[in-house]
């Protein structure tokens, strides 16, 4: 049977419904029609990424406005973020399809009740996992979708500024109350599209990173069980033909390679664009919490960013969990191995095991570009320096944005200095100044030592 067939008429079909749905209508289903793929592919970046010039666009014309300017800025990160995911798929397509063969092959080589049982319970609780994501992330756009509706219900005296009930802010070119609905509904199409496309890339991720975990655990099973019939006469050297323990142990290794090599294929395909969606994770993070800080008089704005910001850490935390998954499962086939009765298996058995144990001794990751592993300790240790650099990120935006009064203040303190005659006023304010130049220069110093114990730590 054909993969494509595998999909279309196999019996475990049902379990990748959700997958192949998603997969089609974003033209990412490797068995699509030519045509059929390109035009949902097409369809995709237009829907998706369309809104992106509209926010460049109002981003330039508010240039002089940092407060405008800033408010443009975690949409269109969300956008440029969209079309970075989404663009990794589409480039590494050959290995997305090597990876769905994969599946659809494993499924034909499982050779007992158990082990059909056991990928089928992984895959199961994939498809789960996915429903799961898909709700979260349906509640997260129906947020953005009920906005303008609530802001102009709670507004009817139109005392609210039209622009800012749209869930993005947009330039056309064009005026915006009269062209509201249409703009409006351009928007929730956006929408719509950016979390259509987020669902679908990380449904693709958890089902691969699921059906490793089974495979795993499959390899585990058989490890753990491989010389539980024999005893303590067993032939150390017996005929390979008559060494039952011994296929078992070479059936393994030969799964344990293709599972290993799958592993890998699932960490090239995500690489790259998880590299960039960490460093605009971290952009958006440092914005959302400026914006919460700036908007915290106002409840919608605030609860706005705070959904937002709430949103992206799931995101990253869901990406980091799955990892942790691949990572502890593909350390099974050692501690079965370990644990198996391999000691009354043959030689030559042996000698397969620990081929296995060997390759076992390097855990399956999913990296962004070697660079850094994604994992829950990852995420954890993440969270300190992200909050680093998120404060760093507001301690500047808020810098840059009273910049004005910074202004005004420097300019009053030289008037000061000016307006000052008497040699008594003038030592009393030097002496203040003096001081504050120390304690400038004493916190700058700590500030360096903080810096260089983290960076020693680091490497």
């Known amino acids: 049977m054909k993969s494509s067939d595998f999909y279309r008429e196999g019996d475990y079909k049902e379990y990748y419904k959700i997958l192949q749905f998603f997969m089609r209508i974003c033209g990412l289903w490797p068995y699509q029609s030519f045509f059929a793929k390109y035009f949902f592919i097409m369809l995709t970046i237009f829907l998706s990424e369309g809104i992106l010039l509209a926010q460049l666009m109002?981003?330039?014309?508010?240039r002089n406005d940092l407060n405008e300017v800033i408010d443009c800025i975690p949409n269109i990160f969300i956008s440029i973020l969209v079309g970075i995911e989404f663009g990794g798929l589409l480039f590494n397509s050959k290995k997305l399809k090597k990876c769905i063969d994969t599946i659809a092959e494993d499924w034909k080589y499982l050779s007992s009740k158990v082990e059909i049982e056991l990928l089928k319970s992984f895959t199961v609780q994939g498809r789960k996992l996915a429903v799961i994501y898909l709700i979260y992330m349906s509640l997260t756009g129906f947020m953005f979708l009920l906005q303008p509706i609530l802001m102009l219900s709670l507004n009817s005296d139109n005392s609210t500024n039209i622009r800012s009930t749209l869930?993005?802010?947009?330039?056309?070119?064009?005026?915006?109350?009269?062209?509201?609905?249409?703009?409006?509904?351009h928007c929730y199409v956006s929408v719509f599209s950016h979390m259509l496309i987020l669902s679908s890339i990380n449904l693709i991720y958890t089902s691969f990173i699921q059906h490793a975990c089974g495979l795993f655990s499959v390899i585990g099973y058989k490890l753990e069980h491989i010389g539980d019939e024999e005893?303590?006469?067993?032939?150390?050297?017996?005929?390979?033909?008559?060494?039952?323990?011994?296929?078992?142990?070479?059936?393994?290794?030969?799964?344990?390679?293709?599972?290993?090599?799958?592993?890998?294929?699932?960490?090239a395909s995500f690489s790259v664009s998880y590299l960039f969606s960490l460093a605009l994770f971290v952009l958006i993070l440092a914005v959302s919490v400026t914006q919460i800080l700036m908007h915290f008089d106002q409840l919608n704005e605030a609860v706005r960013y705070a959904s937002l910001f709430t949103s992206i850490l799931i995101q990253l935390f869901w990406q980091c969990w799955q990892a942790q998954r691949l990572l502890n499962h593909s350390n099974i086939p050692y501690e079965s191995a370990c644990q198996g009765y391999w000691y009354y298996t043959s030689t030559r058995c042996k000698k397969t095991l620990a081929l296995i144990m060997i390759r076992s001794s390097k855990p399956c990751e999913i990296t962004a570009m070697n660079l850094i592993t994604f994992s829950i300790e990852t995420f954890s240790s993440c969270i300190p320096t992200m909050t680093v650099a998120i404060a760093c990120g507001v301690k500047v935006i808020n810098t840059v944005y009273h910049a004005n009064n910074i202004k005004t203040l420097l300019l009053k303190m030289i008037k000061n200095w000016n307006l000052i005659t008497g040699e008594e006023e003038i030592?009393?304010?030097?002496?203040?100044?003096?001081?504050?130049?120390?304690?400038?220069?004493?916190?700058?110093?700590?500030?360096?030592?903080?810096?260089?114990?983290?960076f020693t730590f680091i490497h």
Request: aromatic content about 14%.
């Open 231 to 267: 005893g303590l006469d067993v032939d150390l050297n017996m005929k390979k033909v008559d060494d039952n323990n011994y296929r078992i142990a070479l059936d393994c290794l030969r799964k344990h390679i293709k599972v290993i090599e799958f592993s890998e294929s699932i960490d």
């Open 58 to 62: 109002e981003a330039l014309q508010n």
């Open 427 to 454: 030592r009393i304010l030097r002496s203040y100044s003096e001081r504050s130049r120390q304690l400038t220069l004493i916190y700058a110093c700590n500030l360096k030592k903080y810096y260089i114990t983290i």
């Open 167 to 185: 869930p993005y802010r947009v330039q056309y070119g064009i005026d915006i109350e009269k062209y509201y609905y249409e703009i409006l509904f």
